[in-house]
């Protein structure tokens, strides 16, 4: 078994520069002595992490927020937290150099592979290839500001509030302040203020600037909130057995997500546990059928169901195909250079599987 951490910057130049390359065709000539050599896929999970960070302050008047305001929860100390708050598991196909193919064609004929960068085939007698459903994966975002550090926090702030040196009597005037701030919206929305805005668009300007500065002096007694996300595919490639509660990663308050061997974190754990084995077809009598001299190889992947988890609970699982929990099986090369109905053959390019087989175009 195979694990390999990457950043989120990583991930995203690796899909980048994935997309930017081109298939190749590969025609079977007599240069080639009508051969063509590819390299079957095993199959890698990308599993994509995107981890919530909070950090919580107390605001200045914490200890007087239940005697003001009758808030009962406010934050009293500072603290961090962590979760993850989604995974993404994308089955992907990388050549297996373990699983290097010829395929030999009938001398005179000209059929072509279509190839993927690393050799891997995705398509024979047609220019057709799979469609691969890419998922939208997330990004990460840092934390913004609070609302006490906002100009509406300042705004709030009144000149005796501000020359005040008692904590106790700050806490009365911004409490004060708060309903005085109440009052001019009731004030407004209920058409009974001295002076109101000249149209409604400046009307909504003024209440939002007043909900504003509520807000800020409210976070004085009850705290902040302030929250960013981290973003790390690790790349994993299960072998034939399967995986239980294999350590990909650790979770952090503070530093975020961190490799496997960084005690600093909690554990993010994954398992694979095998649901089909791919077997060989079986001929009339029941018996696996052979190999037919020259073929070209395709895989007869199995199934597995992939659970991530974190914190003692499951936080994703998916239904996969994976090539290395099958077995290799071939197609006899006369199919596809029968002159009056080639066939044409679409493959999977995460696990090699048969996608489409039927006459060509």
């Known amino acids: 078994m195979k694990t390999i951490l990457l950043t989120a910057a990583a991930a995203i130049l690796a899909a980048g520069a994935a997309t930017a390359q081109t298939t190749q065709r590969f025609t079977a000539s007599k240069a080639s002595e009508y051969g063509i050599v590819y390299s079957l896929p095993v199959t890698e999970l990308d599993i994509t992490i995107e981890a919530e960070l909070t950090e919580r302050r107390p605001g200045e008047f914490f200890n007087y927020?239940?005697?003001?305001?009758?808030?009962?929860?406010?934050?009293?100390?500072?603290?961090?937290?962590?979760?993850?708050?989604?995974?993404?598991?994308?089955?992907?196909?990388?050549?297996?150099?373990?699983?290097?193919?010829?395929?030999?064609?009938?001398?005179?004929?000209?059929?072509?592979?279509?190839?993927?960068?690393?050799?891997?085939?995705?398509?024979l007698n047609t220019e057709s290839t799979a469609t691969v459903d890419t998922p939208a994966l997330p990004e990460a975002k840092p934390a913004g500001?609070?609302?006490?550090?906002?100009?509406?926090?300042?705004?709030?702030?009144?000149q005796d509030m501000i020359r005040s040196s008692s904590t106790s009597k700050r806490a009365e005037l911004a409490a004060q302040r708060i309903f005085e701030l109440r009052d001019t919206r009731s004030e407004l929305l209920s058409g009974q203020a001295e002076n109101p805005p000249a149209d409604g668009r400046a009307m909504q300007l003024v209440l939002d600037n007043l909900a504003r500065q509520e807000e800020a002096l409210t976070a004085m007694f009850a705290g902040t909130e302030s929250t960013s996300t981290v973003v790390s595919t690790i790349a994993l490639r299960p072998d034939s057995l399967g995986l239980a509660d294999e350590v990909i990663a650790r979770l952090s308050?503070?530093?975020?997500?961190?490799?496997?061997?960084?005690?600093?974190?909690?554990?993010?754990t994954v398992s694979v546990d095998i649901l089909e084995q791919g077997r060989l077809p079986l001929n009339e009598k029941g018996e696996p059928k052979r190999f037919p001299k020259g073929g070209v190889a395709y895989n007869i992947p199995g199934r597995a169901l992939v659970t991530v988890s974190y914190d003692g609970a499951e936080v994703a699982r998916a239904e996969v195909s994976l090539a290395q929990l099958g077995v290799t099986f071939g197609l006899d090369p006369a199919l596809f250079t029968d002159k009056k109905a080639p066939s044409r053959l679409q493959l999977d390019p995460a696990t090699g599987a048969i996608l489409l087989f039927g006459p060509a175009d």
């Open 145 to 158: 500001p609070t609302i006490l550090e906002t100009e509406a926090a300042r705004q709030a702030m009144t």
């Open 65 to 123: 927020a239940r005697r003001h305001l009758g808030i009962t929860d406010a934050i009293r100390s500072t603290g961090r937290s962590a979760r993850i708050k989604s995974v993404t598991i994308t089955p992907r196909g990388v050549a297996d150099p373990d699983s290097r193919w010829l395929a030999q064609f009938k001398a005179g004929t000209a059929p072509y592979l279509i190839l993927d960068p690393s050799g891997v085939p995705l398509a």
């Open 253 to 268: 308050a503070v530093d975020g997500i961190l490799e496997p061997d960084n005690l600093a974190g909690a554990p993010v």
